[in-house]
Structures are given as structure tokens and as C-alpha cells.
């Protein structure tokens, strides 16, 4: 049987789905018996202009990471679709925006402002900024231009499967790539996962009635370790959130912040978080509502950290 | 004008092409490192809780999440104006050395490494971790891949995840480690030392024992006398983890030594139109462009730097070896980037008998690893020094502690404008009229750069014998010459 033909491709990410990736460990060697990587920036030296000599779907399956933040992320999404018979969005970044998909609280200009002009250690009179082409006394230099808007890879290619994760665990990794390597592969659009449900089913804390007279910030209480972070009054995202992850931050005593996206069926993970935030706010009361919701300062950040892009407000209205 | 082209670099974490323009006699005439990527956390940080920084900006780099998970750490201290547990703050070190043994090690190994040990003008084919390999032998192998899997390991057992651990609150950690654990983080750490000084005998007898390499380490083209940045112990000596911020000359002498929250009044930076990466400088000398010497405000960070601003090293071994180097490179401060590689191998070193020191130190077994702040969140700055350099966090909040403003000083960034010269210094020694540019010299462009072990945008860590990169060469009339 030929060797199936992997691409990898990162757009606007930290590098951790690559170190994730290499945490797979010996199991590389298997892989390596059953594919060649014809394409991987970090680790190879095949340049785009290879990519683009390549036939069309002639890339087996490209795993793509990263939210697409700039112009030449969404031109390299678009040709390695294009070269690709299986496209998969490896990670938070590349399924639903990710953490710098936050930045769709802010728009091009805010961000360039805060960065380049007034953050306090910057001395820039003169507004300076980065542009996509700029003449020096020798030539042009030339950098991709920097979009208003972070995109999901859904939003910009078709994708076939996803690998949630922030990074994804070792063992959703591996988990896709048996399916890939044995050529059992799910439907297409399938999230992968060895869990559909929530983190909750990952997690080994005891449940018992979720009810909340009052939502705590993380540094203000130290909790119960058996117990439910969601009922000692954190907000753990673990109930909106699809398992498969084995539930790491709970066990380290902190609440799960959503990274493998919403559970198999809800469309937008925050509003699934807030319902569930709202099931167990134990009052009737509007005004001690009101008084126990007050308590969360940061609504997007706290269930929309990996997902803004992807959600059904995709973005801020800036004024 | 004729322009080269090296576009993507390889072997470094993240995007970044360097752009060479040649003159009509076919010399350099400049050269330009670009940094292609933004992603804009200072802005998107606004809003959030404070407390939620550590996670979130460690999303910056996924080969360094410690780093920035520890200087947001620090950092919410100093706003909730708490100060944790001796036992949490030993933890948070023990974590961070752990973290600095696996990520040294990646580097001199896979990154580095390969230059020296196969030789700058080895085939590409070879000039990598596998070429490594089969130098080094097997064994040797076999333990670079053991250390960073078994202190992965330790991560994951302190900070709840091996790639961006969560246990870093205001006032201390949210886990500690059981008898079992401790047990297991000891034999690590021990096997670790071990590890640490089998590695400088590979360097000792690979590079030191061949006069080309020493000569080459040496060599002018290599050399840049700036400023030096990091932090230091009440001794004056190197740490990781805390301490104040020491800068030196070109000379060698104090230039200025000040605590973390008084970062302004010494760093500021630079904007240029052709690049998204900021250049930070001295303050009080300014910035007179990328230039070397003691008028220019350039200083350079990362191992060599720390060693340079340092007067030695907390634990006894790495002592030894820090005084070796010095006396082989004939005192302080050592100005040549090529010798980043060796004061990352010291750095290993200490980084393990730290690790080990902590890990025998009774208090870690303490249940006492929070303290609950009580103070109204204003402001504060944390410092650490990441594996390539001093990084700074600086939060402003409101009364409820979300983020009205922060600022970041990334470590890869403190070495932007040296980098930029390191390369074009490096290509104007190297690019001569009528000479061939092949794959060697090219190779030996990117060996100026790859010393400082660049993180940009902060992202991946590539594997070797790559140029992550690229390098694009026109000539004067501005027709490309040379190409990835």
C-alpha cells in the first residue's frame, strides 16, 4: 500500500498543537511506517512554493492549527485545501478561534493603536504602524496584511474532522491519527474525541445537586477536592464543554475553561455554558439573581475563551 | 539593488524571512529580519479577569507556556499585593527548572546544536537531530529523549498539564504534590544533573577539542559589543525564577540594577514600519538604530546575556563550569553569540541542581500553598527570565481585578534589533562578489541567529537541518538571485 501523504500547517497559534503533536512520542515511529510528511514548516523543507507545485488532492490529509489572523494564513488554508483529499482543523485555534480569537472584542486599528502606540514602554510619536508593504532606500519589504476580523478555518475552507484542544490531549491525538493510519475514518464533520458527552463524564469529582448562592473567583476560596467545582460556586466550563480530555484542570483543582468546545449537538458553547450557569443559580429571587450574576465580570472571556470566532456573535460591534 | 531572500527560517519557533539587498559591486548593503505575525494580547487582555492571565497568555507560546504562566503568576502578586507561601513559590521554582532542563536540552539537541556537532557545511540531510543521532550515538539518544519525556512528566504532575499547565493563582498554586510524587521528581532531578554535565562533555569534546569550531565561535563576524540584560539573586547571580533585573556595559560593568515594577524607567521600544516585532532598548541611552557599542541602547538577553550580567551561579557545579567558560573565553563578558551555546549548557546544569536542591527540600511537602489575597487588584509587574530571555508582565486593573490595561515585554523580543544585526554582520562577512551563495553559507547566516534560539511570534520549535527562515537575495536592480 503507498504511504499516505501528511501535510501539517500552522496560521495563528503558540506552537503548543506542535509540541502536542510530538508528545505522541514513540508512537511517531508509526506513523512514520505508514506516512510521509510532505509538508511541515516547523520540521521540514518543503517550501510553499513546493505546496504549490504539488497536484491538486494530492496531500492525503493536511492537519491544519492555528485561527486564520492575516492574509497569507488564509491564502496558505485556501491552497492547502485545495491540495488536500482530507482537511482537518487540529485544535482550539484552527475548530473555533481560540484564545487570540479574543481578539474579536477589538478591531484592526484598536489593536495596532494599543500595541504600537500606546502601550506605556513604546515610543512611537510619530504612529509608526506596520504596513503590508513598505518602501525602504534599497526596495520594498513586504509582511501579510493583518485582518480586522480572526476566522475560523471552517469559516475560510470546507473541513472534513476536527481535533479539538488547546492543545489536544495525547490521546485525542492519537486517536485520530489510528483512524487515519487504520483508514477507519467517522463521517465527515465529526468532532474526535473518545468522549461526546461533557468533561463532566471525564471528571472524578462527586456531584450532587448543583445550587449557587454565589460565584466565587478562583483565588477567592480554596476548594473541596471531591467535590463539583461547578456546586462549590467556580465557574467550570466542564458542563458545556465535549469530554475526551480526561479532565486535567479539575484534577488540578481548577475549573475547566472549555477547550475541547461545545458537546456533541449545541451550536454555540458560551450560550450552552450560561444556560447551565442558570439551572443552578439557586434563587427565585430577581434582585438576588441579579446580585449573584453580578459576580461575573467577564462573560466572553469566561465562556467564549476559546470560541468567540466560531460563536453566533462571531465578533464585537465596533462603534 | 540585488535582494536575498531566506523565507521560512527553520529550526526556530515561529515565522519570521530575512531579506539581504546587494549593492552593484554584488556586497551586502542591508539587511532586514521580518517578523510576518501579530496576534494583539496586549489589547484583547482587556476586559478579562486577572486571574485568568496565566492561561491566557500563555497562549502566546506553546513552547514556553511556563514562562509566561509564571512572569502572569508573579505578576497577579504583585496585584493583589499578595505574597504566597514559601512552599508555593518553591513549587513554581521547582516547576520552572524542571521546565528550563526540557526546553535547554531541546534546544542544544535539536535546534543548535546540530550546527556544531555535524559541522556548519554538513549535507542537510544530516545536519539534524537524526544526524545527532548518529554522532552521539544511540544512548546518548536515548536520553535526551528520556529527560525531556520524564520532565514533561514533572510539569504535568505540578501544573495539572504538560503543554499549558494551570496551577499558577494569585497568592500561591493550586496543587501541590503528594510523598509519592516528591519521590519520583527527586530521581528525575538527580538523573537530570547527571544528564546536564554529560552534555557539556559532549561539547567539550565535539567543539571545544576542534580548533575550526573555537576559532569560528571567536570570529568577528560572530561578535557584537551591546548591553546585556537579566535577572539576579542578592548575590548577584544568575536566577530564573526572581531576583532584580541587572544590566552590564559592553565592559562588563553595572550599567543599572532595578526591580521589576520599575521596568520603565529603563526599557522602551522602537516601532519600524516593515516588521510586526518591537525593538526594545536602554532608555537612558536611546535609540540610535541597530548599531553595537556603548552609545547604541541595544542589549541583548538569554543565556549568554544572564551569564554575562551575573557574577556566578547559585549551585556548586555549575559554578565549576561557569568559571571554565569564562577562563576559556578569555573574561567577562564574553561578546561572541556563538557561545549562547555553551552558557545554555551551564544554565542546563544549574537548572538541574536547582531542580534537585528543591526537590529535596522538605517544605514542598507543605499543605500551605495559597494565601488568600485580601487587598483590593490595582497594578503590578512580574519578571522572569524565559529560556531566551528577561520577560515582563505588566497588568493594570480596576478595583474588581479585570484588566484595563497590560503590556508585554516578550523574552525573543529584548533580542529583536541584536538579531538584526547578528545577521547582517554575519551575511556581510560572508556574501562576497562573484562567490556562490550555496547551502553552507547560507547555513552559516542562520548560525548567527539560531544562537539566541528565536521564539517568534512565540510559536513552534521546528526540528533541524531546515532554515524556518527563508532568505530571499536581490541585486541592485532589485531582481531576485537567490531564493528558498
Redesign the interface.
Known amino acids: 500500500m503507498a504511504k499516505l501523504k501528511v501535510a501539517f500547517y500552522?496560521a495563528?497559534?503558540?506552537?503548543?498543537?506542535?509540541?502536542?503533536q510530538l508528545?505522541i512520542?514513540e508512537k511517531i515511529l508509526k506513523v512514520a511506517e505508514v506516512a510521509d510528511i510532505v509538508f511541515w514548516?516547523?520540521?521540514?523543507?518543503a517550501?510553499y512554493k513546493d505546496v504549490e507545485a504539488m497536484a491538486d488532492g494530492s496531500i492525503d490529509v493536511c492537519l491544519f492549527n492555528g485561527a486564520i489572523?492575516?492574509s497569507?494564513q488564509e491564502h496558505l488554508a485556501h491552497m492547502l485545501r485545495k491540495k488536500s483529499k482530507v482537511m482537518i482543523a487540529y485544535g482550539s485555534c484552527a475548530y473555533e478561534g481560540?484564545?487570540?480569537g479574543?481578539?474579536n472584542?477589538?478591531d484592526r486599528a484598536?489593536?495596532f493603536e494599543?500595541?504600537?502606540h500606546e502601550?506605556?514602554?513604546?515610543?512611537?510619536k510619530h504612529k509608526?504602524?506596520?504596513?503590508p508593504s513598505?518602501k525602504?532606500?534599497?526596495?520594498v519589504?513586504c509582511?501579510?496584511e493583518?485582518n480586522d476580523t480572526v476566522k475560523t478555518l471552517r469559516q475560510t475552507v470546507d473541513v472534513d474532522y476536527i481535533i479539538p484542544g488547546?492543545?489536544p490531549e495525547e490521546k485525542t491525538t492519537w486517536l485520530a491519527l489510528t483512524a487515519l493510519i487504520e483508514g477507519k475514518l467517522p463521517p465527515k464533520g465529526t468532532v474526535i474525541t473518545d468522549n461526546v458527552k461533557a468533561v463532566c463524564d471525564d471528571c472524578p469529582r462527586k456531584r450532587d445537586v448543583k445550587k449557587v448562592k454565589k460565584v466565587y473567583?478562583?483565588?477567592?476560596?480554596?476548594t473541596d477536592p471531591e467535590i463539583c467545582l461547578l456546586e462549590q460556586g467556580l465557574l467550570c466550563a466542564g458542563v458545556a464543554t465535549r469530554g475526551g480530555c480526561g479532565a486535567?484542570?479539575p484534577?488540578?483543582?481548577?475549573p475547566c475553561?472549555g477547550c475541547y468546545g461545545p458537546v456533541e449537538g449545541a451550536i454555540d458553547q458560551g450560550a450552552h455554558f450560561i444556560s447551565a450557569m442558570a439551572s443552578v443559580i439557586d434563587s427565585k429571587d430577581p434582585d438576588e439573581i441579579q446580585k449573584i450574576i453580578d459576580d461575573i465580570?467577564?462573560p466572553?472571556?469566561?465562556v467564549y475563551?476559546y470560541s468567540l470566532p466560531d460563536s453566533l456573535l462571531r465578533r464585537a460591534r465596533i462603534q | 539593488?540585488k535582494?536575498i531572500t531566506i523565507?521560512?527560517i527553520?529550526r526556530l519557533?515561529?515565522?519570521g524571512k530575512i531579506?539581504i539587498?546587494l549593492n552593484e559591486a554584488g556586497e551586502v548593503?542591508?539587511t532586514?529580519f521580518?517578523?510576518?505575525?501579530?496576534?494583539?494580547f496586549?489589547?484583547?487582555a482587556?476586559?478579562?479577569?486577572a486571574?485568568?492571565m496565566p492561561?491566557?497568555t500563555?497562549?502566546?507560546?506553546?513552547?514556553c507556556?511556563e514562562a509566561h504562566h509564571l512572569a502572569s503568576t508573579k505578576t497577579?502578586d504583585a496585584v493583589?499585593h499578595v505574597d504566597p507561601p514559601s512552599a508555593a513559590k518553591k513549587l513554581r521554582e521547582l516547576l520552572y527548572s524542571s521546565f528550563y532542563v526540557t526546553d535547554h536540552t531541546t534546544h542544544f539537541y535539536i535546534l543548535g546544536g546540530p550546527d556544531f556537532v555535524m559541522g556548519p557545511d554538513a549535507p542537510?540531510a544530516e545536519r539534524n537531530i537524526l544526524g545527532v543521532i548518529a554522532k552521539v550515538g544511540l544512548e546518548l539518544a536515548g536520553a535526551v529523549?528520556k529527560t525531556r519525556?520524564r520532565n514533561?512528566h514533572v510539569i504535568?504532575m505540578l501544573?495539572?498539564?504538560?503543554?499549558?499547565p494551570?496551577?499558577g493563582?494569585?497568592?500561591g498554586v493550586?496543587?501541590g504534590l503528594n510523598a509519592e510524587q516528591i519521590k519520583e521528581v527527586q530521581e528525575i532531578a538527580e538523573e537530570a544533573v547527571g544528564f546536564a554535565q554529560l552534555s557539556l562533555k559532549v561539547f567539550d569534546d565535539i567543539v571545544l577539542k576542534n580548533k575550526d569550531y573555537v576559532a569560528m565561535i571567536t570570529s568577528d563576524a560572530y561578535t557584537h559589543r551591546t548591553y546585556y540584560m537579566g535577572l539576579v539573586d542578592a548575590k548577584n547571580r544568575v536566577n530564573f525564577y526572581d531576583g532584580m533585573v541587572r544590566v552590564v556595559d559592553p565592559d562588563g560593568q553595572e550599567f543599572a540594577k532595578f526591580a521589576p515594577k520599575d521596568?520603565?524607567d529603563y526599557?522602551?521600544?522602537?516601532?519600524?514600519?516593515?516588521?510586526?516585532i518591537?525593538f526594545?532598548y536602554l532608555k537612558q541611552i536611546g535609540?540610535h538604530g541597530f548599531k553595537d557599542g556603548k552609545d547604541s541602547g541595544v542589549y541583548r538577553v538569554a543565556p549568554l546575556a544572564r551569564l554575562n550580567v551575573a557574577d556566578g551561579m547559585a549551585t556548586p557545579l555549575a559554578q565549576e563550569e561557569y568559571q571554565r567558560m569564562y577562563a576559556t573565553l578569555g573574561g567577562k563578558p564574553v561578546h561572541h553569540t556563538l557561545a549562547n551555546h555553551w552558557a545554555r549548557l551551564v544554565e542546563l546544569l544549574y537548572a538541574a541542581e536547582r531542580m534537585r536542591e528543591l526537590s529535596r527540600d522538605p517544605e514542598i511537602a507543605s499543605p500551605k500553598i495559597?494565601t488568600?489575597?485580601t487587598a483590593t487588584p490595582d497594578e503590578g509587574v512580574g519578571i522572569v527570565e524565559a529560556p531566551r530571555g528577561t520577560l515582563i508582565h505588566?497588568y493594570a486593573t480596576d478595583e474588581?481585578?479585570?484588566i484595563k490595561?497590560a503590556?508585554l515585554?516578550v523574552a525573543t523580543v529584548g533580542n529583536a534589533a541584536a538579531f538584526n544585526m547578528s545577521v547582517g554582520k554575519a551575511a556581510e562577512a560572508l556574501i562576497k562578489p562573484g562567490k556562490p551563495i550555496t547551502e553552507g553559507l547560507l547555513n552559516r547566516i542562520e548560525m548567527a541567529w539560531r544562537p539566541y534560539d528565536p521564539?517568534f511570534?512565540?510559536?513552534?520549535?521546528?526540528?533541524p537541518?531546515?532554515?524556518?527562515i527563508?532568505v530571499y537575495v536581490?541585486d541592485s536592480k532589485?531582481n531576485l538571485v537567490h531564493k528558498?
Open positions: 500552522w495563528a497559534s503558540c506552537g503548543g498543537c506542535e509540541i502536542a508528545e512520542g514548516p516547523v520540521a521540514i523543507d517550501k489572523r492575516n497569507e481560540g484564545v487570540p479574543l481578539a472584542m477589538f484598536s489593536i494599543r500595541v504600537y502601550t506605556p514602554s513604546t515610543n512611537n509608526v504602524f506596520p504596513e513598505h525602504v532606500h534599497e526596495g519589504l509582511i501579510p493583518f488547546c492543545p473567583r478562583t483565588y477567592e476560596i480554596i486535567p484542570c484534577q488540578a483543582n481548577m475553561t465580570h467577564d466572553v472571556g469566561t475563551r | 539593488m535582494k523565507d521560512p527553520t519557533e515561529g515565522h531579506e539587498f548593503s542591508k532586514y521580518q517578523v510576518p505575525e501579530l496576534r494583539g496586549e489589547r484583547f482587556e476586559g478579562r479577569l486571574e485568568d492561561q491566557i500563555q497562549r502566546i507560546c506553546g513552547v507556556p497577579l493583589f542537510v529523549i519525556k514533561h504535568q501544573g495539572g498539564r504538560a503543554v499549558h494551570v496551577f493563582m494569585p497568592g493550586s496543587k521596568y520603565l526599557i522602551a521600544e522602537h516601532v519600524e514600519p516593515w516588521t510586526y518591537k526594545p535609540w495559597r488568600i489575597p505588566h474588581r481585578g479585570v490595561k503590556n515585554i521564539c511570534g512565540c510559536a513552534t520549535h521546528s526540528l537541518g531546515r532554515s524556518p527563508p536581490y532589485g528558498p
